[in-house]
């Protein structure tokens, strides 16, 4: 079976990555993703960007209230870099060279689709930060949760019940229909890492594709190799 050649497989773990919209589910799945894999004997660490580790945490605050906005698209994307340096040599490198498998809510991408397409942050510059914050590390497949503008918002309306919407949750429908395309580009453009997903059924729905994605993409090149 895959399965058991993968928790066979020695070395190096795998880094798998989330992203999509506000209300896109990341986070339920990732979780939901996690339960399984723990079942198939595999170990697991969670996080997410920005933050993950105590001093991208500290940058999360700082972007989330709303400070990056107040200072730019170029000076925001430095603090996802600043985060993005300490979360990778702090959690995400160590864990994938002790043979966990990584799921994070949002990487690099995220960087692209907001600060790129959105904020029109050079790629010259956002490929400069990228070498410098992670090298060759490349997530090993990227779930694109897909849902549509409004839906994400009702969603992300729910979740926050009376509290305020943060710095990316306040943007109109016109940024997230552009976040959304934006999205889709990535996909499009790296087919063989990134798997785009209709997220808008049921959370146990988008699970069984997730799953299958993921059995498909890795369990089976681990088993193919072993």
Same mark, same amino acid.
């Given at each position: 079976? #895959?399965? *058991?050649?993968?928790?066979? &497989? @020695? !070395?190096?773990?795998?880094?798998?990555?989330?992203? +999509?919209?506000?209300?896109?589910?990341?986070?339920? /799945?990732?979780?939901?993703?996690?339960?399984?894999?723990?079942?198939?004997?595999?170990?697991?660490?969670?996080?997410?960007? @920005?933050?993950?580790?105590? !001093? *991208?945490?500290?940058?999360?605050?700082?972007?989330?209230?709303?400070?990056?906005?107040?200072?730019?698209?170029?000076?925001?994307?430095?603090?996802? *870099?600043?985060?993005?340096?300490?979360?990778?040599? !702090?959690?995400?490198? %160590?864990?994938?060279? /002790? +043979?966990?498998?990584?799921?994070?809510?949002?990487?690099? =991408?995220?960087?692209?689709?907001?600060?790129?397409?959105?904020?029109?942050?050079? %790629?010259?510059?956002?490929?400069?930060?990228?070498? $410098?914050?992670?090298? =060759?590390?490349? @997530?090993?497949?990227?779930?694109?949760?897909?849902? @549509?503008?409004?839906?994400?918002? /009702?969603?992300?309306?729910?979740?926050?019940?009376?509290?305020?919407?943060?710095?990316?949750?306040?943007?109109?429908?016109?940024?997230?229909? +552009?976040?959304?395309?934006?999205?889709?580009?990535?996909? #499009?453009?790296?087919?063989?890492?990134? $798997?785009?997903?209709?997220?808008? &059924?049921?959370?146990?729905?988008?699970?069984?594709?997730?799953?299958? #994605?993921?059995?498909?993409?890795?369990?089976?090149?681990?088993?193919?190799?072993?």
């Amino acid at each position: 079976m #895959a399965e *058991a050649a993968l928790k066979r &497989g @020695p !070395g190096r773990g795998r880094f798998v990555t989330f992203e +999509g919209g506000e209300g896109a589910g990341k986070s339920t /799945q990732i979780k939901m993703l996690a339960d399984r894999l723990e079942k198939e004997g595999v170990r697991v660490v969670l996080t997410r960007e @920005p933050g993950g580790s105590p !001093g *991208a945490e500290i940058m999360r605050h700082l972007v989330l209230s709303g400070m990056g906005k107040l200072l730019g698209p170029e000076a925001e994307t430095l603090l996802f *870099a600043a985060a993005r340096d300490d979360h990778v040599r !702090g959690v995400i490198l %160590p864990a994938l060279n /002790q +043979g966990s498998w990584v799921l994070c809510d949002r990487f690099f =991408d995220s960087t692209r689709a907001y600060q790129g397409s959105l904020g029109k942050v050079a %790629p010259d510059v956002l490929n400069a930060m990228q070498r $410098v914050t992670i090298g =060759d590390l490349k @997530p090993d497949l990227t779930v694109i949760l897909d849902v @549509p503008v409004d839906v994400g918002m /009702q969603r992300a309306a729910a979740r926050r019940g009376s509290g305020a919407p943060d710095r990316f949750e306040s943007e109109d429908a016109k940024f997230h229909q +552009g976040l959304r395309n934006a999205f889709h580009r990535i996909a #499009a453009d790296e087919p063989k890492r990134c $798997v785009l997903i209709d997220a808008e &059924g049921s959370a146990d729905s988008v699970s069984h594709v997730v799953w299958d #994605a993921v059995r498909e993409r890795l369990f089976t090149a681990v088993a193919a190799a072993s």
